[in-house]
């Protein structure tokens, strides 16, 4: 069964740092690039980042290049982003998800983990 | 950035009934390789998203038949046959054929 539990969510002041992790299962994960979702507090989606199944290629929405960080660690079956100089409009569920099929859509989602950013 | 607009963004139905959303795109979502990367998205209240349709009318593994994906282009839309309990939460299209990938508002889908 193919499962992503993201964690790391946390309370942080705007200009801090924090790291999420999204620990994946029941598929072979060097093989799929993954991505990170964001959805503000009664908002839509938002994509932020994507990464290549082997991490070389990264890929960032504007609003966030420059500050957030996408990696994996395919020995660890691990993805993570790092995320610094964090505002008050990153606040918002971050969700990872696989990419399918096709490779571009996002067949597997997390059930995402929370970031608060406030003074 | 390719814009993602959605209508209705409320859809009362009554159970049984069918329902239709459409979402256009503000431009072409045709791939040079020949594939159109437009996906449906279902969001249960509470729960995170979950695919439903990719390449605007493959059904995902798990999908009951009686979501159904259309269109072309700039122009799509998901109908659902017969509404059932089960159906009520947020549905949002997506574009996967350039970054950065965007959604539309998201339908929100309630019973009457």
């Known amino acids: 069964e193919v499962q992503l539990l993201e964690s790391g969510g946390a309370l942080v002041q705007p200009g801090g740092s924090l790291r999420l992790s999204c620990a994946v299962s029941?598929?072979?994960?060097?093989?799929?690039?993954m991505t990170w979702v964001r959805q503000a507090p009664g908002k839509g989606l938002e994509w932020v980042s994507a990464i290549g199944s082997g991490g070389s290629g990264t890929y960032y929405a504007d609003s966030v290049k420059g500050r957030f960080t996408i990696s994996r660690d395919n020995s660890r079956n691990m993805l993570y982003l790092q995320m610094n100089s964090l505002r008050a409009e990153d606040t918002a569920v971050y969700y990872c998800?696989?990419?399918?099929?096709?490779?571009?859509?996002?067949?597997?989602w997390g059930l995402g983990t929370l970031v608060t950013v406030s003074s | 950035d390719i814009v993602m607009t959605q209508t209705p963004l409320s859809s009362p139905v009554t159970l049984g009934q069918p329902a239709s959303i459409s979402c256009r795109s503000s431009?072409?979502?045709?791939?040079?390789?020949?594939?159109?990367?437009l996906s449906w998205l279902q969001q249960r209240p509470g729960q995170p998203p979950r695919l439903l349709i990719y390449?605007?009318?493959n059904r995902f593994s798990g999908v009951p038949d009686r979501f159904n994906g259309s269109g072309a282009g700039t122009d799509f839309t998901l109908k659902i046959n017969r509404v059932e309990a089960e159906d009520v939460g947020v549905y949002c299209c997506m574009q996967s054929t350039q970054f950065p990938r965007t959604f539309g508002q998201g339908t929100k889908l309630e019973i009457k």
């Open positions: 431009q072409s979502l045709l791939h040079s390789d020949g594939n159109t990367y």
């Open positions: 390449n605007i009318s």
């Open positions: 998800a696989r990419h399918g099929a096709t490779p571009r859509d996002f067949d597997y």
């Open positions: 029941g598929f072979t994960f060097s093989t799929y690039p």
